[in-house]
Each structure stands twice: as C-alpha cells, then as structure tokens.
C-alpha cells in the first residue's frame, strides 16, 4: 500500500503500459543500435524529443511551487531561438550567439519576476503579457521569416551526440543535475516550498520571498531560453510561430502528473521528468498505435484523466471504500 500511495507509482506505472504497448506495432521498440558510436533506437529518439519539455517541466515546477504560474515559456522560446539564430547568421560566435539569447531570456524573467513579487500582479496575468507580446518580439527578430541556419557548431546542441548520448539529453540532463543539488542538498529546495506554502509567514520568518519568486522566474526564462536553442538548433532555423507552441501548457501538465501541488508548497523535480517523459511517449505511442490524427488529442485526455483519477487519494478510498462495504454485504 506504501507504494501505491507513493507520488510517482501511477505515472510510473502509464508510462510502463504506454512502451509495452508500442510492442505491438514495433517488436523492435526497445532496441537500441550503434552507428559510428552514437546510440538510435525509439527510446533514445523519446528522450532527445523530451528534452525541451523536460527543461521548461523543471523551470515551470520552481514557479508553480512557488504559488504562481509561468505562460510566458512558450513565447521566451522563441525569443531565445530568435536571436540565436539571427546572431549566427550575422557571423557571431556560436557560443557567443547562444550567450546574448540566454542573457536576453534571463533579462525577461526578471521583467516576470518584478511584475509578480515587486507590483503584486496576479502570476497569470503578469506572464500572460510576455506570453502574447513574445511572440512579436520573436517576429520582430526575424522579420516574420523563418531564419535557416546551416552553422554545423550550432547543430550540435539539438542534434548532436557527445558520449553516444544526444547533447540535447546531456544538457537536460545537467540542468536537472543542477536544479536537484541546488534545491535538495541546500536550504533552498524549502525555502521556496515556504514562500509557496505562506508568502506572508516565509516574509515575517524572515525569508527573503520577494527575491525568492523573482529568482525561480529567472530560472524558469532561462530553462526555456535553453529549450529554445535545442529545439532551433534540431530543426536548423528559428521558426517563430512554432517554437514553444503550447509548451506551457504540456509543462503544467507534466509538473502535476509529477506531484507537484498548483497551489505551491510542494514540488517534485524527478515526477516533473517523468511527466515529461511520459507525455512525449504517450505522443509517440499514438503515432505508432495508428490513432487517428481526428482523435489524437481525445487519446491524450482519455490517458491523463485515468492518470489523474489513479493518483487522486479522493478516487481511490471512495472506489475502495465501495469495494469494502460489497464484501461486508457478502459475507452478512
């Protein structure tokens, strides 16, 4: 019963169904090939086309557990795309160009960061003017065009390998790496799970919950700055409208599949992966299974609705509740 109750069990268990099931279309689903020392197969093709989201997943859990929300992902993505790109083409240093688009997203997660916990505007209403105004910004950048980029160095970030593993995984990897020691080998993990659970109580204990928010806002521009690369670097060009196209909204639902609480206080990075994990598999499985295109999106809920019934504690004690009192009727 302990680990049924445990947060990760019921995504665990989806995302294990969701791979056995491919088995059906692909025999070969789990085998993973060598070619010139770099790693192929579907599960490696899941986690490379995970990695964006798993890294908007990580920012977007240090906001929601902070009690606010972040829309504005999607859009600072496509900022950060824009911009590298636009500077790569201009002859500027990849490293360089990648520099001034990360400054430019960290720039934009402090603008977040002010408007929620200097001005007191609602978080949803804060990003949702970044969410809109970005994406001008973005076609601004490229002059509504899509900006191809054929710098081989550029490349090497969505879709490149280092180690057999793509750079992208690697990269979200670390960040991941990065976010675990930071919040859960320092105090800093419950500082913010303070500023979620009370603003005011953090503020009087003392904690600095103002910096706090503003900080785990920067964080998150700069995750989707990040993501923004991998994903321009993958396609070669800096595609304004697609980028990031809706990212927020898997991202929210990764950080809930992955027990994070929407009202803050309460966050799991490892459930975030694996809620970004499991969406992507779930994409591809319907990909592979031949679900229509017409109900792809009906599949999808149909999942996460049995995701969410199966981690509601509320479900589970009135369904075993029910199934408790048939056996006290069958044996009166």
Known sequence: MTLVRHRLFWPG?????????????AANFFSITVHDGHLYGSIIDILRNSAPLILVGIGMTMVIATGGIDLSVGSVMAISGALACLLVNDG???LLACAAALGLCLVLGVWNGMLVAALGIQPIIATLILMVAGRG????????????????????????????LPVSVLIAGAVVALAVVLTRRTALGLL????????TASRLAG??????????????????????LIYSSNVASADSNA???????????????GGTALTGGRFSLAGTVLGAV??????????????????????????????????????RAKVLHRRGAKRVEVTA
């Open 13 to 25: 268990v989806i995302l294990v169904l969701l791979l056995m099931s491919n088995l059906f279309s």
């Open 92 to 94: 500027v240093a990849v």
């Open 137 to 164: 910004v973005a076609q601004l950048l490229t002059d509504g065009q899509i900006l191809n980029v054929s710098s081989p160095s550029f490349k090497v970030i969505g879709a490149g390998y280092w180690l057999a």
């Open 192 to 199: 913010i799970e303070s500023v979620g659970g009370s603003p």
């Open 207 to 228: 904690i600095q919950a103002r910096r706090l928010t503003v900080m785990v806002y920067v964080f998150a521009a700069v995750c989707a700055g990040v993501a923004g």
């Open 243 to 257: 980028a990031g196209n809706l990212i927020e909204l898997d991202a929210i639902l990764a950080t809930v599949i």
């Open 278 to 315: 499991l969406i992507q598999t779930l994409n591809v499985t319907t990909v592979t299974l031949g679900v229509p295109v017409e109900t792809t999106l009906l599949f999808k809920a149909i999942v996460v609705i049995v995701l969410c019934l199966a981690q509601s504690p509320a479900f």
